[in-house]
């Protein structure tokens, strides 16, 4: 019996070494059937080693092969293929080529496809269809953004008490605070004062568990598509592990939530608003009862908290590494108060969606740095669907299940788009006068509407076109927000450089360890 077992250990292990060592293969040898008159990145001779070998510098060189790529080919309005060793080459196409890039319906390709493959969100997202749909779109369109307006104050007292604990309040002596920790606590408490409301998001142990609920995606689904298809399923489980320890650890809190609001519909409109509510009404509208049910409504707003949170820690925790690199930040803070007051003034001291969306200046410092350390350096990327494949612009044929797409950070510091592309500047998207209604449908001509929100093939932050950031507006309220406060009440000790942003293929983020010191100014306590 033992022998058996033992043997059938030994026939599973070497199932699982020869088909690792054929998917390594032929991710490193295979064309993918593309057109092969298209260069490949990193590829500079005919050797049988040449693609192998720009295949594995992906892993950790994906920065260099777009940085020369960019100015051999796209410039010169070339199509070339990026190699992506966990997922997949990508056929990269030139700027001009980006109308017909938005204009193909979702049929022939789709963006949500290589959202899935990149978080490998079949296996990490708890639930196929939390990624597959656009429940999640939808909502965060028809309830969150319209609803907006109504959390600005909850955010405002939220990021007041959450800068509190997570900075303190000392005003004589400087405080060393590690960045990424910091923004993760004021993150997750204002993203959850929004989503689930109070009491909850002062509840310490809910906290924990969805801030650090995958967390580590951009490693474990690496860890993940480094299997073959039918082995995912078993690896999986251990590789998200703790995920859904996470995922448990919330349910515990949300169940109740969720069970109470079933039973009970009739409560006060304050209580109403928040992700359950959301999505209750949308099902209920869609009459779609597997929305309804408690197993899809805790899975995503699982999921949606990570989406919410996880951007935003890493867009918060670059912006305080810009600032604290800037040699302008103490007179920056300065004009950004200044105009706080004046708009303060104008609107009866009240901070809602109108007095927000006129403080321009806290737009244009959040683009910039959005500008600067994207954490996905793809803008719109999209695979092909459609079973006969696509034509690109140029006649070539590209086949079912490739990818095709533009990637923002070459443009992002291309110097003739953005002069002095490597440096900060702080006010670059700063027009004096401008604003709009928070929402991007504004009245005003186009370089009056907020550069934040408003996507462009010149600023891919929140990627570009129908399936850009829904969740943009969300993260845009809550992060002028966090900007005005940390202007208004703190100093940042000037650093002498930036911690530079860490790879991994085509992902980028701030060191996790890496501090910053701080202090709080006299009399805001
Ligand atoms: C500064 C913060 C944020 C940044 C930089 C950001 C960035 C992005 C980007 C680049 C995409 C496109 C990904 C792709 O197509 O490959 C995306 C999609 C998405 N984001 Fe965000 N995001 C942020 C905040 C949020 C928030 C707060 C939410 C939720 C409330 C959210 C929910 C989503 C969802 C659901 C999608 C998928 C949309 C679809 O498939 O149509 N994001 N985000
Ligand atoms: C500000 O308040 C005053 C009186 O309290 C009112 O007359 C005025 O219309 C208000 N202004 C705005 C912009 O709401
Ligand atoms: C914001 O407050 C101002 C001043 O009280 C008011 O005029 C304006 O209509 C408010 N905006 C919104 C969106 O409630």
């Known amino acids: ?25 032929l991710r490193l040898f295979s064309l993918y ?11 500079y001779d005919h050797g049988i080693l040449s693609r192998p070998r720009a295949v594995l510098r992906s892993l950790l060189g994906t920065r260099g092969l777009l940085d020369e790529s960019y100015t051999k080919y796209s410039k ?37 496809e ?33 609803n907006l307006g109504l959390f600005t104050g909850d955010v405002i007292e939220e990021v007041d008490f959450a800068f509190r604990k997570a900075w303190g309040v000392d005003e004589k002596d400087w405080k060393t605070v590690g960045a990424y920790d910091t923004m993760t606590e004021v ?29 580590l995606i951009v490693l474990r689904s690496a860890v993940i598509s480094l299997f073959p298809n039918f082995l995912k399923p078993f690896i999986a489980p251990l590789v998200t592990y703790t995920d859904y320890r996470h995922y448990l650890g919330m349910t515990k809190y949300t169940m109740l939530i969720w069970k109470q609001r079933i039973s009970d519909p009739n409560q006060d ?34 999921a949606i908290s990570f989406a919410a949170i996880q951007s935003s820690v890493i867009t918060s925790s670059n912006l305080m590494f810009d600032l604290a690199a800037y040699k302008g930040t103490a007179s920056l803070f300065d004009r950004i108060q200044e105009q706080i007051s004046a708009v303060l003034e104008t609107e009866n001291g009240t901070w809602n969606k109108t007095s927000l969306s006129r403080m321009t200046i806290l737009d244009s410092v959040l683009c910039e740095s959005m500008r600067l350390g994207g954490f996905v350096s793809r803008g719109v990327l999209k695979a092909v669907v459609a079973k006969e494949g696509v034509k690109l612009p140029s006649g ?39 604003h709009d209604n928070g929402d991007g449908k504004s009245k005003f001509s186009k370089n009056k509407r907020s550069p934040l929100v408003t996507t462009s093939p010149h600023f891919m932050g929140f990627s570009h076109g129908r399936h850009s950031c829904p969740g943009r507006f969300f993260a845009s309220q809550q992060l002028k927000i966090v900007l ?29 360890h890496a501090t910053i010191r701080i202090r709080r100014r006299r009399n805001t306590v």
């Open 33 to 43: 059937s593309l057109p092969s008159n298209l260069p490949w990145a990193g590829v």
């Open 396 to 434: 070539e044929h590209l086949p079912y299940g490739a990818k095709v797409g533009i990637q923002a950070y070459p443009i992002h510091y291309d110097e003739k788009i953005y002069p002095r592309a490597h440096e900060f500047d702080p006010l670059r998207f700063y027009t004096p006068g401008g």
């Open 269 to 302: 409109d304050k209580q109403k608003s928040d992700y359950f509510q959301w999505s209750l009404d949308h099902a209920n509208a869609e009459r779609d009862p597997e929305e309804r049910g408690s197993n899809m409504i805790t899975k995503r707003l699982t």
């Open 484 to 512: 005005a406060y940390v202007a208004t009440n703190y100093e940042i000790e000037p650093l002498e450089t930036r911690p530079a942003n860490n790879w991994f293929v085509g992902s980028s983020g701030p060191p996790l």
């Open 76 to 112: 010169n309005d070339l199509i070339y293929v990026l190699p992506n060793f966990l997922t997949g080459p990508e056929v990269i196409i030139p700027l001009s080529m980006m109308d017909w890039l938005l204009q193909q319906p979702d049929s022939v390709l789709n963006q949500g």
């Open 187 to 215: 993150i997750a408490r204002i993203s959850n004062r929004v989503l689930v409301g109070l009491p909850l998001c002062r509840n310490e142990d809910y906290l924990y568990h969805t801030s650090r609920f995958a967390r």
């Open 1 to 25: 019996m033992v022998l058996l077992t033992n043997i059938h250990w030994i026939l599973v292990l070497i199932a699982v070494i020869l088909s690792l060592a054929i998917w390594i293969y």
């Open 114 to 146: 290589i959202n899935r493959d990149f978080l490998q969100a079949d296996h990490t997202m708890l639930h196929q269809k939390v990624i597959t749909d656009t429940v999640h779109a939808d909502v965060i369109r028809k309830e969150l953004t319209r």
